[in-house]
């Protein structure tokens, strides 16, 4: 699977330490890296389908000192998709009112009838990106029908629901950006962490530094922004747990396409 790592916070932090110890996760995680910096209403995505320890492009940027509010990175290990640019994380599509939503995702979608619509018009064969197109389709929809009340407020629990929908027999570990707010969902025990101090929430698959972590609780959506919690969705019951034996049935179809 992939890792995922996040931040949120009320001011710009320094990241470069924190990077650099995710970004060497990629032994086991070779199939590309990404870094979404996501500052002063602005979306920078930097990735390659390559692993991050071997990236000169990479290695490079980590040597600039990296400051942010916000950002998201990821390390893959690729289950639906080949290895190749548009299959690498994150995701960035623009819905109908302007803003800019980015997705990084850690899992897989097994099975799921609403999302394969999607495939006819993503740029690679993730899963991943499929689930980013679902949820702006969606939100396009309530905006061009209700567009003179379509709050945040509304937008935000519309993610929720469009969340819970996708989760049944599916692991859906994501972090996704809308240009004001900072969403955060898993559903598989012990795998995403926080770290929350002095205004700022770090995100991580696994923790990175020795201490202060504790796991972001199961199946339920957390909203941030600036780096305060500002909306915790309803538990849903729909945990992901591993199934060797399906990965495996998984592996053998995406093989035969």
Known sequence: MCELFGVTANRKIKINNLLKTFFEHSIEHRNGWGLAMLDDGSVSIEKEPVKATDSLYLKNRLTGR??????????????????????????????????????????????????????YEQHGTTDSERILLYIVDHVNRHYLREMNSFDANERIRLVDQLIKRITPGNKVNILIYDGDYFYVHKNEKGTLFKSERDGSVIFSTHPITQSGWVEVPQNQLFVYKDGVLIYEGAKHENSYIHDEEKMKLLYLEYAAL
């Open 66 to 119: 990296l400051e942010t509010s916000r950002c998201m990175a990821h390390i893959r290990k690729a289950t639906v998709g080949e290895v190749s640019f548009d299959n690498t994380h994150p995701f960035v599509k623009r819905d109908e009112s302007g803003r800019t939503w980015v997705l990084v995702h850690n899992g897989t979608i097994f099975e799921s009838p609403i999302l394969s619509a999607y495939q």
